[in-house]
């Protein structure tokens, strides 16, 4: 089964940090590029950060630049997200996209909260 599993997601303090992983199954991970997106509360959704498929490209948004850090096993499938310095304006739905097409996971909530 084509598919893409997020987790470690959760409740954190204002400049506290969290890692996010992207599970892939069901093709060829190595394959694809992949990318991060997020939706805060009542706004749509926005993309945060990409990786080339060996990993050795990046890209980020204006606003985590500096403070997230993307990065991929291609042996394991999976696909990271490093959230440090995090902020309350952080706080959303993150979900993980093959690049390129209409694949995404079903998302993990971060809240950014004191």
């Known amino acids: 089964q084509v598919q893409l599993v997020e987790s470690g997601g959760g409740l954190v303090q204002p400049g506290g940090s969290l890692r996010l992983s992207c599970a892939a199954s069901g093709f060829t991970f190595s394959n694809y590029a992949m990318n991060w997106y997020r939706q805060p509360p009542g706004k749509e959704r926005e993309w945060v950060v990409g990786i080339s498929q060996s990993g050795t490209g990046t890209m980020y948004a204006d606003s985590v630049k500096g403070r997230f850090t993307i990065s991929r096993d291609n042996a394991k499938g999976t696909a990271y997200l490093q959230m440090n310095s995090l902020k309350p304006e952080d706080t959303a739905m993150y979900y993980c996209?093959?690049?390129?097409?209409?694949?995404w996971g079903q998302g993990t909530q971060v809240t950014v909260s004191s």
């Open positions: 996209n093959r690049a390129g097409t209409t694949l």
